[in-house]
């Protein structure tokens, strides 16, 4: 039996669209063994276990079954224990946390894992596009992109001080919905502006810059489109400015909205509470930090 912990992840990172995303410290848990049944068993609690196949995690399976398919082993019936704290179809990485816990765990059963790097690969090929593998596999901030099938990724250390306050509102927003409001084609201008705003965030992250994400941070890309889905999007933002948020985003596709502070979390949470009230909006607050370490390195 090996055991994995797996991190939520936030991706599309204020304007790092499809190529930044960060780990959280909100961690699932994976148990797994071979089966001597030879049939497959998946148990799964905490979040959102009511809403998942009672015939296991298929995601979790198929990500363990690509793992031993990829190192020409034998694909085993699988024991898979699966404790869930990440909340599902919030834009909070749970997708990417089945398919990283999954392929993890498989790779720890292996005489000979895999390198990581072919791992991320695998995962990237699942989920579509690497900046929520990638942290939930390594943990930290971590840059990537795929180019011609070829997934290059760099993690950044985080800032020691730096906290989160993530508002989790009460409904889904499935990420298929969510890209769909987004367009074909963007303005020259909007793309140059992310590139500059993604450029200053990574060395912000890499110099432990906190007062620089303030400048950082802004995105014309997919934003704009997505806050029409979710209710009270700009006043949230705004809140959790005056609240002394040094920057806040959209998580992933959303509808979770996450503040980065340093030292006031609690009172950012509590204003983006109040906001998304105000907008009929209900929502828990998570407190919590940059998670350390990966599926990989847990």
Known sequence: ????????????????????????????????????????????????????????????????????????????ALLIRQHNRIPLFRGMGSSAAAIAGGMAAANALLPEPLPAKKILQLATEMEGHPDNVAPALFGGFVASCAVDGDVHYTCIESPTALKLAVAVPAFTLPTKKSRQALPQMVPMADAVFNIGQVALLVAALCRGDLAALSHAMSDRLHQPYRSALIPGLDNVFSAAQSAGALATVLSGAGPAVISFVSGNEALVGAAMHRAFAACGVRCRIILTGVGKTGALNS
Do not use: W
Not at 25 to 34: D, L
């Open 1 to 76: 039996m090996v055991t994995i912990r797996v991190p939520a992840t936030s991706a599309n990172l204020g304007p790092g669209f499809d190529v930044v995303g960060m780990a959280l410290n909100i961690y699932n848990t994976v148990e797994m063994a071979p089966e001597p049944s030879g049939a497959t068993v998946v148990e799964v609690t905490g979040e959102g276990a009511n809403l998942l196949c009672k015939s296991g995690s298929k995601l979790m399976v198929d990500a363990a079954h690509r793992v031993f398919a990829a190192a020409g082993a034998k694909q085993p």
